[in-house]
């Protein structure tokens, strides 16, 4: 079908996404993040959808922002039919919104109304959600809030992390959005209005969030380590520097109660690796990685260290 789209987007998250539309429809352009310094080194380094668009030699633009006049002119002279937007991290003024015959399309990760918002896939996971899933929506001048085109649902496992749960989502996403565009643009998908009333909101996160808070309960915070992996990272003090904690599992009082009389972010040995008490059970270090050292198990941590449980 002939619909030409522009696409806009930046992470990894929104590469399937870009991928697809690629094989299935005319894609005409490509916007996308400014090319930002990245890692220890800061060296400076292109988004994944950057990368992506120059090897399928679509055009590709990166303006600060949306609001200067020529970007939305490069926008007008493109003339898409809509714009689709994935992971983009700007904010759509109305007159782009407003640009396309039919709208811009979000692919957004999670089950809308629940988590509007930057950061829906930790969300679902910090907060216990059993499933989760994306939502194919029309976007308006709201943060997430425009009308539903297509859902679809994914359960939650125990062992996903904010990294897996992102790439199974960004898979589906594409593919929900493929089965939906050609729907929606012959008038046979209408748009539906979310429920306010059940609206959710995910911040973006901050690097300070991913503190380890042992007065709360070790689910909650095992829960932590899986939502805030890759980033922002989970972490505690230890002997005055920073403790990265990659992996970890919760272990209730209700399933071992030896450690009730120790005070929360007590030291202790559980199964030859290294534990700290939580106001509800202990929680176990599977992963962990000292400041300036290599990623390493819990186990091989405590062979080089010392004083850990005293």
Same mark, same amino acid.
């Given at each position: ?25 005319? @894609? ?109 929506? *029309? ?28 790439? *199974? ?37 901050? *690097? ?68 700290? @008490? ?14 300036? *050292? ?17």
């Amino acid at each position: 079908m002939e619909i030409r789209i522009v696409f806009m987007g930046s992470p990894q998250f929104a590469v399937p996404t870009l991928q697809a539309l690629a094989i299935h429809f005319d @894609v005409i352009g490509v916007v996308t993040q400014p090319d930002r310094p990245s890692g220890r080194g800061r060296t400076v380094t292109p988004p994944d959808i950057k990368v992506v668009a120059e090897s399928l030699n679509l055009p590709v633009i990166q303006p600060p922002h949306l609001r200067d006049e020529q970007t939305f002119q490069r926008l007008r002279h493109w003339q898409p039919d809509v714009i689709v937007v994935a992971a983009f991290g700007q904010i759509l003024k109305p007159d782009v919104l407003n640009l396309p015959p039919f709208g811009c399309i979000n692919v957004h990760a999670s089950l809308l109304p629940r988590w509007r918002g930057a950061a829906p896939i930790q969300a679902t996971i910090l907060y216990g959600d059993q499933q989760t899933g994306v939502t194919i929506m *029309k976007m308006d001048a709201g943060v997430d809030t425009g009308p539903i085109l297509s859902q679809r649902k994914i359960p939650i496992l125990p062992e996903d992390t904010a990294a897996s749960l992102s790439s *199974k989502l960004a898979h589906f996403g594409a593919e929900l959005l493929i089965e939906t565009l050609p729907g929606y643009v012959k008038g046979n998908i209408r748009p539906q209005p979310q429920d306010d009333d059940q609206a959710t909101y995910a911040p973006m996160l901050k *690097k300070a969030a991913g503190l380890l808070d042992f007065t709360l309960p070790a689910q909650d915070l095992a829960r932590q380590v899986r939502a805030y992996n890759p980033w922002p990272g989970t972490y505690m003090t230890w002997q005055g520097h920073t403790l990265k904690i990659h992996r970890a599992y919760a272990i209730t009082s209700d399933q071992q109660a030896n450690h009730t009389d120790l005070n929360p972010g007590s030291r202790l040995v559980h199964q030859c690796a290294p534990a700290v @008490v939580t106001v509800d059970g202990i929680l176990v270090l599977d992963e962990v990685q000292p400041e300036g *050292k290599k990623l390493m198990s819990g186990i091989d941590f405590l062979c080089g260290c010392r004083g850990w449980s005293k």
